[in-house]
């Protein structure tokens, strides 16, 4: 096992993009951020320097943080934020994961543009499920904002209404020739025909999930959220902000220019969002370079029929360790809700329509994010920042088992609090994540930090226990689920790695209106079941 020494400096940049010249935070005036490469098995050690003007933290999204939990990053659950001027290292192990992750800033909306992959590949000696291909690329989906995110979430949290949309879709930080001046701002990878490429696809989106697709190529998915996969060949992928996927290529048509296209998934059209494709070019050696590039199909922005395809495709390779028996049953309500206000204060109740404030909740309540960090609270048992009280099934009555499906719910509405869920360490837990389909009717990407979970089952309606038919032979083992809209996912994990685990929607505007909550995973007996001390230079609050 090696350690690997990364240098993270967070700076402001300025960037010509869409006819605009703006001020975007990245990190090491990289945007996309700097890619982190390591081998399974490897220590790494990351000094992030906050040069830049905001609070900052950075996640490392997929990595399951085994007794490492201080160094998950999401702001106020695991640390306080990195203030500008101050440093912290992240320093964790990658035991037993391999495969595309990646890293984002996890704090407002920061991550818009401080974003980058994490490879890491497998050990030497152990093969890949599949023929190596002949080369990789990193191919990470994002949006664009002409503004500073961090002021942008203020200003929609200030609004009570929802997000106006991105400027752009980008591919690697580029729009591509459908945007006003970017006709040059396009990714591209060179290709030599006959070949076979292994393209990482990472979607580190604010408040979207896309669909990606290749012009006349077919895309064999091998790997979901770093866990490989059956291999599932499909013309078109799609990814929820949070997901990764890779998928091979092989550069098997007549010498071209072929469009990869990344367009919007929105199950309907009652939010605005950017109905345009990002575009970059996959071009063969030979390929005249001037020449108009063959369009990639995508599907229609609403088309739910090719979403559920692909997430059928989704087949895990080793599901050996798939949890049978449960200990634990646990229903979540998931959805937006109309609020009288949208107070940080979590006693203040704030029920009732009156002024149409939108917010989000799970099981009711909208999750506020207390002012010193959930894990450093109940590490040093100080009380007043959290309770343990959050409920296991929703808080007002809806019949999901024999109701009609999609049921409005009684009311649309929650109540704030820093409500978390406390499982003893070896809980074996089946989380059944309900959406209530209100107000809004888009997916929600539900992602849980800590852990991979087996995605036993999902479907549209209410969940019916008797009619659900799980799937616990080949579940996909995934961090992040796109719960279908108006339906549900069914989830399964033990609760073995003990520390304050966030469970939010990767939709940032989602999870500031407060769709989110906190799993304290308590010690085991044993040495190697404990939470060490936290680093000396953890950030205060
Ligand atoms: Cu990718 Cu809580 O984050």
Avoid at 213 to 218: D, F, L, S, V
Avoid at 267 to 296: D, E, K, W
Avoid at 450 to 479: E, I, K, R
Wanted: proline share 8%.
């Amino acid at each position: 096992r090696s350690t690997r020494f990364y240098d993270f400096k967070i700076q402001t940049k300025t960037v010509n993009k869409l006819c605009n010249s703006n001020q975007i935070v990245t990190v090491n005036n990289m945007f996309p951020g700097p890619v982190v490469y390591a081998q399974q098995g490897d220590r790494l050690i990351v000094k992030v320097a906050n040069e830049s003007p905001h609070n900052a933290t950075i996640h490392w999204h997929g990595v399951r943080q085994i007794l490492s939990c201080w160094f998950d990053g999401p702001s106020y659950i695991t640390q306080c934020p990195i203030q500008p001027g101050q440093t912290f290292t992240y320093e964790f192990t990658l035991v037993n994961q391999k495969g595309t992750f990646f890293w984002h800033a996890h704090v407002s909306w920061l991550r818009a543009t401080v974003y980058g992959a994490l490879v890491v590949y497998p050990k030497p000696a152990v093969p890949y499920p599949f023929k190596y291909p002949y080369e990789e690329h990193i191919v990470i989906l994002g949006e664009y904002w002409l503004q500073d995110t961090v002021q942008l979430e203020r200003q929609v949290l200030a609004s009570g209404g929802g997000p106006p949309p991105s400027n752009a879709y980008t591919i690697n930080g580029h729009p591509g020739p459908n945007y006003n001046c970017s006709a040059n701002d396009v990714y591209k990878i060179d290709v030599v025909p006959g070949k076979t490429y292994l393209l990482r696809l990472i979607n580190a989106g604010l408040n979207m999930e896309n669909f990606f697709a290749i012009a006349n190529h077919k895309l064999t998915i091998v790997e979901a959220d770093a866990e490989y996969t059956k291999p599932f060949t499909t013309d078109r992928v799609m990814l929820g902000p949070g997901q990764t996927m890779n998928v091979l290529v092989t550069a098997d048509q007549p010498i071209g220019k072929y469009s990869m296209a990344m367009g919007p998934y929105m199950s309907a059209q009652n939010v605005p969002f950017q109905n345009i494709s990002a575009i970059a070019y996959f071009q063969y050696v030979g390929a005249m370079p001037n020449s108009l590039s063959l369009p990639a199909r995508l599907p229609s922005f609403n088309d739910n029929l090719a979403v559920k395809t692909v997430m059928d495709g989704l087949r895990g390779l080793d599901t050996s360790a798939v949890p049978k028996e449960i200990d634990t049953n646990l229903f979540l309500t998931i959805g937006l809700n109309v609020n009288k206000c949208r107070s940080k204060n979590p006693q203040q109740n704030c029920q009732g329509q009156n002024n149409g404030t939108m917010a989000a909740s799970m099981n009711n309540v909208s999750f506020i994010k207390p002012t010193v960090s959930v894990l450093e609270a109940y590490y040093k048992g100080i009380e007043g920042f959290f309770t343990d009280n959050f409920p296991g099934a929703p808080l007002r009555f809806y019949d999901f088992v024999s109701g009609a499906p999609n049921n409005a719910p009684i009311d649309t509405n929650s109540m704030n609090g820093t409500r978390v869920k406390v499982l003893e360490y070896g809980t074996r837990v089946h989380l059944v994540l309900q959406d209530t389909g209100t107000v809004t009717t888009e997916n929600h990407p539900i992602h849980l930090h800590g852990y991979s979970f087996y995605v036993v089952g999902y479907g549209t309606g209410n969940y019916n226990p008797q009619t659900a038919n799980l799937n616990l032979v080949d579940p996909p083992h995934m961090n992040t689920i796109g719960v279908p809209v108006g339906g549900w996912a069914a989830i399964r994990f033990v609760a073995d790695n003990p520390g304050v685990w966030f469970m939010h929607c990767h939709f940032d505007v989602h999870q500031s209106w407060g769709l989110a909550t906190v799993f304290i995973v308590k010690n085991g007996k044993g040495h190697l079941e404990t939470l060490p001390h936290p680093p000396a230079d953890m950030p205060r609050c």
